[in-house]
């Protein structure tokens, strides 16, 4: 037996064992059969909009008023490089050699000649980035996605990527961080940030979509599902999703009106 078959196996039982509490959450004829939690994860996205409503949008919108276009950007390649480390490393442990080379030369330029990754000098030379977390290398395996969820304060996921959130937020430099201010500063900058590079969307996603749970949702799925590939994500098919799996999307991807970023601050 491979190691990508044994791992898909494990993966598959622990999902099992994972998803016995819950079976039965959401039946009906119009049920979506990766988002069996969905009555749970409606009332998670409810209380992800009032926060984004409430804290996130605003403080999203006064930085992008207030802060120069210049700054603003800086703080998205500096935290871009940041997650070009760990995407190197599961770039490498999916042998995707070739995507984790460019990962860790853009890592090495941006720190060295970019100012820690201020300056994205790798762009300006062509060195390709390739966002890769440890849902992705597991989906790569074979291990399935399991049901959507939604998480508070995080916004969408899927099961697999939430039980390895812990691992995804072991590969974060912020997290290594010894001062707690510091290392609460810089996550709540990069929330903002990345919420400011969602505005515009958001209010397209405002105006286009009838049941906005929903859209967000398909679209995650199919995103994530296109990011992992196709060859280990069509096996579960549902009503209107086409096969789509999902996964946690954990950077600037987030979907508005979930929180969209990393760890919450710790103390």
């Not at 992008?64 to 490498?92: C, H, Q």
């Not at 090495?108 to 060195?127: K, P, R, Y």
């Not at 098919?237 to 009106?257: F, I, L, M, R, W």
Request: hydrophobic letters at 35%.
């Amino acid at each position: 037996m491979n190691k990508g078959t044994h791992a898909a196996r494990l993966g598959r039982a622990m999902l099992v064992a994972a998803l016995l509490p819950l079976a039965g959450c959401a039946t009906g004829p119009n049920a979506n059969r990766n988002d069996p939690l969905e009555p749970l994860n409606r009332e998670v996205s409810k209380f992800n909009e009032g926060l984004d409503l409430v804290i996130l949008k605003p403080g999203a919108t006064l930085y992008r008023e207030n802060v120069p276009p210049l700054v603003r950007t800086g703080v998205s390649n500096f935290f871009g490089n940041m997650g070009d480390a760990w995407s190197a490393i599961n770039s490498a442990l999916q042998f995707k050699l070739g995507h984790a080379g460019e990962n860790w030369m853009r890592f090495t330029f941006n720190t060295v000649f970019g100012f820690a990754g201020i300056l994205d000098i790798a762009s300006e030379l062509n060195i390709e980035r390739h966002r890769e977390d440890f849902g992705q290398t597991l989906g790569h395996w074979g291990v399935p996605a399991g049901p959507y969820v939604v998480l508070p304060f995080f916004g969408p996921s899927t099961l697999r990527d939430t039980l390895v959130l812990p691992i995804d937020r072991r590969g974060d430099p912020v997290r290594d961080l010894n001062h707690a201010g510091e290392r609460n500063t810089l996550y709540v900058l990069r929330a903002v940030d990345v919420r400011s590079n969602l505005l515009r969307a958001g209010e397209v996603l405002d105006g286009a979509a009838l049941d906005r749970y929903s859209f967000i949702r398909d679209s995650y799925l199919q995103r994530r599902r296109s990011e992992i590939g196709s060859r280990n994500e069509g096996d579960d098919k549902s009503d209107g999703s086409d096969g789509q799996e999902p996964d946690v999307g954990t950077d600037a991807n987030q979907a508005p009106g979930g929180a969209p970023t990393g760890p919450a601050p710790s103390r």
